[in-house]
C-alpha cells in the first residue's frame, strides 16, 4: 500500500535549536519527494522537493532534506530554527506516472518558543 | 498567474442545504486535486482528475458528495445535503501533467454547517 509516515506529531523547539522531521514513504516504484509547509491558517505551500540527483536539497528559509532511497525517508532539516517557521509541516510522494496522485503524510505541527 | 483559486473563502450552512464549493486551476494544469482537512483525520484527499476526468474518488466519504470538472478551468466539489461533521477546509490544487509534478494549492474554503 502507498503510503507516507512521519516521525514525530507535534514538535517543541526553543529559536535557534536544530530541526530534524522525519519522513518515511511506502510506495511500488520510482518517486518524487516533497515537503510542504501551511502556516496558521494559510494553504500548503512548497518548501522542497526532490525529483532526481544530488539527494541533498535545499528549498525555501534555510530549509533542506535528504532523500536516503535505502531507508526510503526524506527527513527534513535546519539548523537554526526561528519564531516564524511555527507551523505544521507535511512529506508527501507522488510516483513518476501520469496518473500518480500525492500522497501526504500525517503532518507534523511544529511550534518554535521565541 | 493568479495561482488555484476557490471560492467561496468561508461558508457557513445549516445541516441539509446544499453546498457548492467552487475551483479554479492554475492555467496549464489538467491534474486537479480536492482534499479536506480536520484536526481529527488531517489532510485527505477526496478525488482527483486528470483532463477533466475522475481517476480516483475513491476518498469521496459517501454519496452526499460529488466532484465535477466540465472543463480545463472550473471545477465544482457539491455536499448535499451537508452535515455538521463536513465541517472541515476544502483544498483545491493542480499540477501541471508529465507525472511527478508539485501540486499547488488554493486558500481553501473553511466549511461550517450548523
Known amino acids: 500500500a502507498q503510503s507516507v509516515s512521519q516521525h514525530n506529531h507535534h514538535v517543541i523547539l526553543s529559536e535557534a535549536a536544530s530541526l530534524e522531521l522525519g519522513c518515511n514513504y511506502s510506495y511500488g516504484g520510482t518517486v518524487n519527494l516533497f515537503w510542504y509547509v501551511q502556516y496558521p491558517g494559510q494553504h500548503l505551500q512548497l518548501l522542497l522537493k526532490?525529483?532526481?540527483?544530488?539527494?541533498l536539497v535545499k528549498g525555501i528559509k534555510g530549509f533542506e532534506a535528504e532523500f536516503i532511497k535505502s531507508k526510503f525517508s526524506f527527513n527534513l532539516r535546519k539548523p537554526s530554527v526561528q519564531w516564524s517557521d511555527t507551523a505544521e509541516y507535511f512529506c508527501?510522494?507522488?510516483?513518476?506516472?501520469?496518473?500518480?496522485?500525492?500522497?501526504f503524510g500525517p503532518g507534523t505541527s511544529l511550534s518554535v518558543i521565541p | 498567474d493568479a495561482g488555484v483559486i476557490q471560492s467561496p473563502r468561508h461558508e457557513v450552512t445549516e445541516m441539509g442545504q446544499e453546498v457548492t464549493l467552487r475551483c479554479k486551476p492554475i492555467?496549464?494544469?489538467?491534474?486537479l486535486f480536492w482534499y479536506r482537512q480536520t484536526m481529527m483525520r488531517g489532510l485527505e484527499l477526496l478525488i482527483y482528475?486528470?483532463?477533466?476526468?475522475?481517476?480516483?474518488d475513491s476518498g469521496m466519504p459517501e454519496d452526499r458528495f460529488s466532484a465535477k470538472m466540465p472543463n480545463a478551468s472550473f471545477s465544482t466539489l457539491k455536499i448535499q445535503p451537508s452535515e455538521p461533521r463536513d465541517s472541515a477546509v476544502y483544498f483545491c490544487?493542480?499540477?501541471?501533467?508529465?507525472?511527478?509534478?508539485?501540486?499547488?494549492f488554493g486558500q481553501g474554503t473553511r466549511l461550517t454547517v450548523v
Open positions: 526532490y525529483f532526481s540527483g544530488d539527494p
Open positions: 508527501a510522494v507522488i510516483g513518476k506516472t501520469s496518473y500518480d496522485k500525492v500522497i
Open positions: 490544487a493542480s499540477s501541471s501533467t508529465g507525472g511527478g509534478t508539485e501540486a499547488f
Open positions: 482528475f486528470n483532463n477533466n476526468v475522475p481517476i480516483d
Open positions: 492555467s496549464g494544469h489538467n491534474s
